[in-house]
């Protein structure tokens, strides 16, 4: 539902990319049950001309405090609304912060371990001399590097949402990473073909570090366009569930979960 909204320009005029951006506040009453809410503007080119809500352009902001009011802030002029999901009057679920918490630390716990474990391999494949010239170590420590990488920013930043900037950095290098670690699965396919199909192939160093650059700069391509397209495209600053990651639909399934499947497509093909 709609809670409210302010006119603050009209079709007809457009006003966008604010220096400063425009700060509104709505009050919601303590006792409204609801799960969510978002500061939205209207679109009026959107639905075929038709217009609808979107949340492009502005940022949700709430105090800790139940009481305080909710806070909008958005880079352009148009009509104003905060929209709030009050479909949990209709299926209330039970939301318990012991239960958010134990799966918090179950998170925190698990992807500790698996840093611990991508450490320890990396430093194993580099100390062991007899491990470190083999051509397959040479894929694994670099496989093992983009695994680290993306772990590490996810459970640093996932969630820290209130810094614009820092946000949208986070979801950049988890999105790199992520592709980077696709990248030399792909890579690590072509190895084996080469060393159980192949046979008698030569790798030398020259090709190890061509397919170096393939696996780390290649990955740039669709992380770099949508960054340039629009920033407020990979992130969610709604409250309380927001995440810095991509949250438009079309640009995840276009520039992260395409080149992913692709990747994978590959590896069968490779395999088959």
């Avoid at 007899?130 to 590097?145: A, G, M, N, T």
């Amino acid at each position: 539902i709609v809670l409210g909204a302010s006119v603050v320009a009209g079709n007809d005029i457009s006003f966008g990319n604010l220096s400063v951006p425009a700060r509104f506040s709505f009050t919601i009453s303590s006792n409204q049950n609801y799960s969510r809410y978002d500061c939205v503007s209207w679109n009026f080119n959107a639905a075929g001309g038709r217009g609808n809500w979107t949340t492009d352009g502005c940022i949700t902001k709430k105090d800790k405090i139940s009481t305080s009011p909710i806070e909008c802030q958005c880079s352009h002029l148009t009509n104003f609304a905060i929209l709030v999901d009050i479909s949990s009057r209709v299926n209330p679920k039970p939301q318990s912060a012991d239960i958010n918490r134990a799966l918090e630390t179950i998170t925190y716990i698990g992807v500790s371990l698996s840093l611990l474990g991508l450490a320890a391999t990396i430093a194993t494949l580099l100390l062991i001399k007899s491990q470190r010239q083999k051509d397959v170590s040479k894929y694994h420590i670099q496989l093992c590097c983009a695994l680290f990488g993306m772990l590490l920013v996810f459970v640093i930043g996932i969630d820290r949402t209130e810094h614009f900037g820092g946000c949208v950095t986070v979801s950049v290098l988890i999105h790199y990473f992520t592709l980077v670690a696709v990248m030399w699965m792909g890579a690590e396919a072509v190895l084996m073909f080469q060393k159980i199909v192949i046979v008698f192939v030569q790798i030398t160093t020259r090709f190890i570090v061509v397919i170096s650059l393939i696996c780390w700069v290649t990955p740039l391509i669709p992380v770099i366009i949508p960054l340039a397209i629009d920033r407020n495209l990979l992130v969610k600053r709604s409250v309380p569930d927001g995440f810095c990651f991509i949250s438009n639909v079309t640009v995840f399934f276009a520039a992260f979960l395409g080149p992913i499947l692709l990747i994978l497509a590959f590896n069968t093909v490779v395999f088959i």
